[in-house]
């Protein structure tokens, strides 16, 4: 899809009632030649006209804070070329950096920097193996054992970076940037947002014989009352 439909799809999403907003970005992040902006990378597009043809991080920041919603929150699982990696080691003013270090919705993910070419072939790609969305779907599909039924980001984190390459009981407790190459974007404190943990309900129905029906009802009691609108 092009820039237009992919900001289309987060503006509709954006003005639609609920109390949560939830947008994923996966792909590769590119920054203007100056530096100091971002955009997604979309179809079609070549390394010249990549940033004036890309989905821009502005824009998706901008219809998520103007939604109305009670919360938001910007999954993001990317990766950039070396020139936009520099230009998000810098986190002054007014740089591609400052996006990610003071954005204006809460952010969770990894950018991880990608090499192309044959140095590239074992790097972790958006959406493959050992990146963040494959992580953090596994997380949620298992769930995690001993928390509530309805889980904040931040107490999946450690599960979630514990899945990550390179990442291990150090990284999952302090966020760190696990394999180099690679920033970790944590989630916020406090916040309304909750997700269903598939392990609590399994583990207080653990030894209990019922029935399917009966099963589905109360799964569904479990669930949060009302589901983020994207």
């Known amino acids: 899809a092009d820039a237009n439909a992919l900001l289309t799809a987060v503006r509709e999403a954006a003005q639609h009632p ?4 939830v947008v994923c970005l996966v792909g590769q992040l590119v920054a203007d030649p100056r530096g100091r902006r971002l955009a997604l990378v979309t179809g ?3 390394p010249a006209n990549a940033y004036r043809r890309g989905l821009a991080w502005d824009w998706v920041v901008s219809a998520m804070v103007h939604g109305d919603h009670e919360e938001a929150l910007l999954l993001v699982d990317a990766v950039a070329d070396r020139d936009t990696w520099a230009a998000l080691e810098h986190d002054g003013e007014d740089t591609a950096g400052e996006l990610l270090s003071y954005s204006r919705v809460p952010l969770w993910g990894r950018v991880g920097r990608y090499t192309p070419g044959r140095r590239g072939r074992d790097a972790v790609r958006p959406g ?3 990146s963040f969305s494959q992580a953090l779907t596994t997380v949620l599909r298992h769930g995690v054992p001993g928390a509530p039924a309805a889980v904040a980001p931040l107490d999946l984190q450690p599960a979630v970076a514990g899945l990550l390459d390179g990442g291990g009981p150090a990284d999952a407790a302090s966020g760190g940037p696990g394999a180099p190459g690679a920033r970790r974007l944590l989630p916020p404190h406090g916040g309304r947002l ?18 399917e029906e009966l ?7 479990s669930a949060p009352t009302e589901p983020p609108s994207a």
Do not use: D
């Open 44 to 46: 079609g597009s070549t």
């Open 128 to 130: 493959g193996e050992g």
């Open 18 to 21: 609920g109390r949560w907003l």
């Open 215 to 221: 099963l589905a009802v109360l799964w569904r009691e």
């Open 194 to 211: 909750l997700m269903r943990n598939r392990a609590a309900i399994r583990g207080a129905l653990a030894g209990l014989s019922l029935s």
